[in-house]
């Protein structure tokens, strides 16, 4: 995510809710948990399953603002279950099916638990069918620096941007990082609306005189909150990246023109990204650019990153904001947190990214290393650790300017063959996985062969900021 210029939202306490137990009161241990074990997020997410893809039809009433859908979940029980939670708010349900069968519910707060009719296996798969109808209501999470999940654009469609917890405000879904999952869409909009989601442009057939369905298919593994479908009025262009990647770009018609040029060397990035990161871990990318603008946010959605109408100038302008969401799909999406506490191994990463591309791609090393230096001089003294900053300091500025200047650092010190073969490595080992800073710090201790150990303690986990080290104007 990027946010310009930096907010700070309000610091509401998350307050955990207990956990909700199936209506035949089973045996608890036969129960999946209502969390993953999350630190930051007591109930995000799910335990006693591995969910596998997501099927989503949903039928927009844009006029209306209006859902009528449907999800299945594909998934792998991790234990025997009498009965297991989604994340879900808000929505009428019309029924749930387990493997094709009625199942019972219900909800309390953002925890739907399901009791199937016959309890899941450990090992058994098994798909969940959720049917779903109403208005979707925009999300002021207390962890997000704007308003988050599905929200109204300025030409009477819609937008979705979920980073860190929105998505259980639009389809149910097990809401944590740890449980990536392929999915399609099946988005139907009114003749006069796209819809636009992650993945690949499959499908386009028309459903009676008025509407179009337009399939979407995003099959590399993708973390929930990347998930998007977007409703709107756009006009498209096709680019080719590196190793012919298919990059499909749709903006916004009032400001299609300007961003035609605009993103006229997105390729070109791809390209040179991939040199320095490795291959481009997506089977394809687009940009994404809505009529609304939506507090200076763009979001890194997987293979299609989002961008307000505002990031948009016809002088390249906001290019280093494309270079960032680009540089998120090695660094975030590829490579997914563990727990959000290490957010900085995408922000302080996608930081450091679109710097290199301002000041050094469109400059010289120099340029780069003087504004890193820069940024340094305005880190505060004190924070809270780039590291595990506290759930309400997870986007502040800090976590990613302290975690670019960090990398930068450490760039000096290894020189740029070893720096670029660890984040060359790191992608390779973790791509479609997740992470933690330990994982990242092994890989370079292993691929320097140096024990960077003390350097990252210094840099990510304390409060005090180090000394720049040598002298800045050398
Ligand atoms: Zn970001």
Not at 124 to 138: I, L, M, W
Not at 227 to 254: C, D, Y
Not at 338 to 363: C, R, V
């Amino acid at each position: 995510m990027q946010v310009k210029p930096p907010e700070h939202f309000c610091c509401h306490r998350f307050h955990p809710r207990t956990k909700a137990t199936g209506l035949q009161q089973p045996d608890s241990d036969r129960v999946g948990a209502a969390g993953v074990g999350d630190p930051y997020f007591p109930t995000m997410g799910n335990g006693g399953y591995d969910a596998d893809h997501y099927d989503l039809r949903l039928d927009v009433d844009p006029a209306n603002n209006h859902l009528t859908a449907s999800c299945e979940m594909k998934a792998r029980a991790l234990q025997d279950l009498d009965a297991f939670n989604l994340d879900f708010r808000n929505f009428d349900i019309a029924h749930i099916t387990v493997n094709g069968t009625e199942a019972k519910f219900q909800r309390e707060g953002g925890e739907l638990t399901i009791t199937p009719e016959q309890p899941l296996l450990a090992g058994q798969d098994f798909s969940v069918k959720v049917d779903y109808a109403g208005n979707p209501v925009p999300y002021e999470s207390s962890h997000a620096p704007i308003t988050i999940g599905w929200n109204p654009t300025d030409d009477g469609g819609s937008y979705v941007l979920s980073e860190p917890d929105g998505s259980s405000t639009w389809y149910p879904v097990n809401d944590h990082p740890r449980d990536k999952a392929t999915y399609k869409f099946y988005v139907t909009v009114p003749n006069d609306y796209q819809a636009v989601c992650n993945g690949k442009l499959v499908e386009k057939s028309p459903l009676g005189e008025d509407k179009t369905t337009y399939v979407w298919d995003a099959q590399d593994p993708m973390a929930s909150y990347l998930s998007t479908v977007n409703v709107g009025k756009f006009e498209e262009q096709l680019q080719t990246g590196p190793e012919g990647v298919p990059i499909h770009n749709f903006f916004a018609t009032p400001v299609a023109k300007k961003a035609k040029k605009d993103f006229e060397r997105v390729p070109e990035m791809m390209e040179w990204f991939s040199n320095r990161y490795g291959k481009y871990p997506f089977e394809t990318y687009g940009n994404l650019v809505i009529n609304a603008n939506v507090g200076g946010a763009a979001l890194e959605t997987q293979t299609r990153p989002i961008y307000e109408r505002g990031m948009v100038t016809g002088d390249k302008r906001a290019e280093y904001i494309y270079a960032h969401e680009l540089a998120h799909q090695w660094w975030g999406n590829s490579t997914s947190v563990e727990n959000w506490k290490d957010i900085w191994l995408n922000e302080g990463f996608a930081n450091y990214s679109h710097m290199q591309w301002k000041h050094e791609h469109d400059g010289s090393f120099k340029k780069l290393d003087r504004a890193m230096y820069q940024m340094y001089m305005f880190l505060p003294r004190n924070s809270p650790p780039v590291v595990d900053p506290g759930e309400n300091d997870m986007f502040s500025e800090n976590v990613y300017n302290r975690g670019a200047v960090t990398l930068h650092l450490l760039r000096k010190d290894l020189g740029d063959e070893t720096f670029f073969n660890c984040l060359k490595t790191y992608g390779e080992q973790y791509r479609g996985k997740n992470v933690t800073t330990d994982d990242f710090i092994a890989v370079v201790n292993t691929v320097s062969g140096q024990d960077k150990t003390e350097f990252f303690d210094r840099w990510l986990r304390q409060s005090k900021l180090p000394p720049w080290p040598g002298n800045p104007l050398g």
